[in-house]
């Protein structure tokens, strides 16, 4: 976004030029707003997606977060430009969840930064090889607000075998009306296979919003993917699996949390 020139338009076109950024007040629009605008050079768009966020995540409304939330696709403009195989929003399925963690958010982003899934998550990562390109030493802290880079993988799936998958991932911090939020976001760069039922996920893309809560961490996260197996398209009941992965995910990570950091 462009800064509000100063002491050169007048006073009423700074106003008209200037207007503050809008942003989607509902939950599913919201998903896919921060998505897109996760890597913006400038926070004041995304600042507002996540204040509106924050503001939605209140009593039924939270509940029914808590316990699974089914969206639509993403939309295309999310994906524009992304880096690796041409992207496509076709075909995909959403959902989301909000979980909860005791830890802040730097201990957070210190386990999810430092330390390998293959480490944290032995039982489900075989390999986890990351790089990152910016930002490791720096993020944990907020020496610096952004880090990047990218993730070779190969997950068990139990009875769908080992899963390969390339991902491009990123973490950003933002300042917002409810204190700093950090977000995590990565997609497939190249469709990611598995050893049995000729399993493909064609694409797949992951927001995660983290925001401080009661001394820990609320953790809203959403994914859209479209998947494939012998059997036929298996897009749905991937889906709905990525809750049951996140809320076992999320127990697992604090549970290692207590021990390790």
């Known amino acids: 976004?462009?800064?509000?020139?100063?002491?050169?338009?007048?006073?009423?076109?700074?106003?008209?030029?200037?207007?503050?950024?809008?942003?989607?007040?509902?939950?599913?629009?919201?998903?896919?707003?921060?998505?897109?605008?996760?890597?913006?050079?400038?926070?004041?768009?995304?600042?507002?997606?996540?204040?509106?966020?924050?503001?939605?995540?209140?009593?039924?409304?939270?509940?029914?977060?808590?316990?699974?939330?089914?969206?639509?696709?993403?939309?295309?403009?999310?994906?524009?430009?992304?880096?690796?195989?041409?992207?496509?929003?076709?075909?995909?399925?959403?959902?989301?969840?909000?979980?909860?963690?005791?830890?802040?958010?730097?201990?957070?982003?210190?386990?999810?930064?430092?330390?390998?899934?293959?480490?944290?998550?032995?039982?489900?990562?075989l390999t986890y090889d990351r790089t990152f390109d910016e930002g490791k030493r720096c993020i944990v802290e907020r020496d610096c607000l952004w880090a990047d880079g990218s993730v070779y993988s190969v997950a068990d799936w139990g009875i769908l075998g080992e899963v390969q998958a390339d991902r491009r991932i990123e973490f950003r911090w933002v300042e917002t009306d409810h204190g700093w939020v950090f977000l995590q976001r990565w997609w497939l760069?190249?469709?990611?296979?598995?050893?049995?039922?000729?399993?493909?996920?064609?694409?797949?893309?992951?927001?995660?919003?983290?925001y401080q809560n009661n001394g820990g961490t609320r953790r809203v996260h959403a994914s859209w993917l479209q998947m494939e197996m012998s059997t036929g398209d298996a897009t749905e009941s991937g889906a709905k699996q990525l809750i049951k992965n996140w809320e076992k995910d999320a127990e697992e990570l604090d549970a290692w949390m207590d021990d390790n950091l």
């Open 189 to 210: 760069t190249a469709p990611s296979t598995g050893t049995k039922l000729d399993l493909r996920v064609q694409d797949q893309y992951y927001i995660g919003i983290n």
């Open 1 to 125: 976004m462009h800064a509000c020139p100063r002491l050169v338009l007048p006073a009423l076109l700074c106003v008209v030029g200037c207007k503050p950024p809008e942003a989607p007040k509902e939950y599913e629009a919201l998903m896919g707003y921060v998505f897109e605008h996760t890597d913006d050079e400038d926070d004041e768009a995304l600042a507002v997606g996540l204040n509106n966020l924050a503001d939605w995540l209140k009593g039924d409304q939270l509940a029914e977060a808590e316990a699974g939330y089914t969206l639509g696709t993403i939309p295309s403009s999310a994906i524009k430009g992304l880096e690796g195989h041409e992207h496509t929003n076709q075909g995909l399925e959403g959902v989301s969840l909000v979980t909860q963690s005791d830890y802040g958010g730097k201990k957070l982003m210190e386990a999810l930064t430092q330390y390998s899934f293959k480490t944290i998550m032995p039982d489900v990562y």
